[in-house]
């Protein structure tokens, strides 16, 4: 029996233990995927530390130790380089092997939406943790034109220099949308319990797409307003579920191939 275990602060809503836990039924893998709260920073590390010996093959990690599991890796593969933080560790061998998936779970997020025309230019509101990985999906795919926008400034300035994309400020953060074909929500507003974006995106053209990485509630205000303009929508679970088949295939060797099922499995829970 070999287990496997996603690592977060805090933990409770994590959709990923569901998600793997069908995939292991569906594939009769001797597996189970449990949820750990990571506490702190101390306890993340005492986890990464004994979790091997205890038969793990390795974690998802989530907020908010992405980077923190990214520094304690013994071996990083380039996309976890890429963006500075691990999402998928791999025990192996007495090592810690640190991948990134969160770009191809993007990626291919987004090449589900299949935009036509192809977009050039995207806005992604917030600089958290979710954003590195998305603005490296985004250069992948050819963008020309990446801006990105945070309440705190220095954040957006510190990524839009690391990436070689475009800082806006804050409070022009609706402003000159008529050249913007992808608005990206990464932060955490419109989450339930949380104020939503304050932003008016009216401006956008008809053609652009709105993606909101939330997936509770599973429309967010933002969205709701952009389909009701006929524009293309994307919630949080396709990311999810695309990030989480390079994980499964990392641990189990078997890749699931059933992503619009699983996503419609989530939209389904509560
Ligand atoms: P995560 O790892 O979930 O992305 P995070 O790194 O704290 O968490 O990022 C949360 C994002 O939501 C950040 O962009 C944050 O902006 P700040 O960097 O200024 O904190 C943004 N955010 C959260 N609450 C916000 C609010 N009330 N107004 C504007 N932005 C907010």
């Not at 020309?144 to 954040?155: F, V």
């Not at 006929?230 to 191939?257: C, Y």
Request: hydrophobic share 45%.
């Amino acid at each position: 029996m070999r287990h496997v275990a996603v690592i977060g602060h805090p933990i409770g809503q994590s959709k990923s233990p569901a998600l793997h836990s069908r995939w292991i039924k569906a594939h009769g893998v001797e597996a189970d995927y449990t949820a750990i709260d990571g506490k702190d920073e101390d306890n993340f590390r005492e986890l990464i530390r004994t979790l091997p010996e205890k038969g793990y093959a390795g974690v998802n990690v989530t907020i908010p130790f992405k980077q923190l599991a990214f520094e304690l890796c013994d071996e990083l593969t380039e996309r976890a380089e890429s963006v500075g933080a691990a999402n998928l560790l791999i025990f192996r061998d007495g090592k810690v092997i640190g991948d990134n998936t969160d770009i191809a779970g993007f990626s291919a997020a987004l090449s589900s939406m299949a935009l036509d025309p192809a977009p050039r230019s995207a806005r992604i509101i917030g600089a958290g943790g979710a954003a590195p990985a998305i603005i490296v999906a985004l250069k992948e795919a050819g963008l020309e034109r990446i801006e990105i926008t945070n309440r705190t400034a220095s954040k957006a300035i510190e990524l839009a220099e690391r990436f070689d994309i475009k800082p806006i400020g804050w409070a022009a953060r609706d402003t000159k949308l008529g050249e913007i074909d992808l608005l990206i929500n990464t932060t955490s507003l419109g989450m339930e319990g949380q104020p939503p974006l304050d932003m008016f995106v009216g401006s956008l053209p008809p053609h652009a797409a709105v993606i909101d990485i939330i997936t509770t509630p599973r429309e967010t205000d933002l969205l709701i307003g952009a389909r009701e303009r006929g524009q293309k929508t994307m919630n949080g679970l396709p990311m999810l579920v695309h990030q989480a088949v390079p994980s499964f295939e990392a641990w189990f060797g078997i890749r699931p191939d059933d992503e619009p099922v699983a996503i419609e499995f989530l939209e389904g829970l509560k």
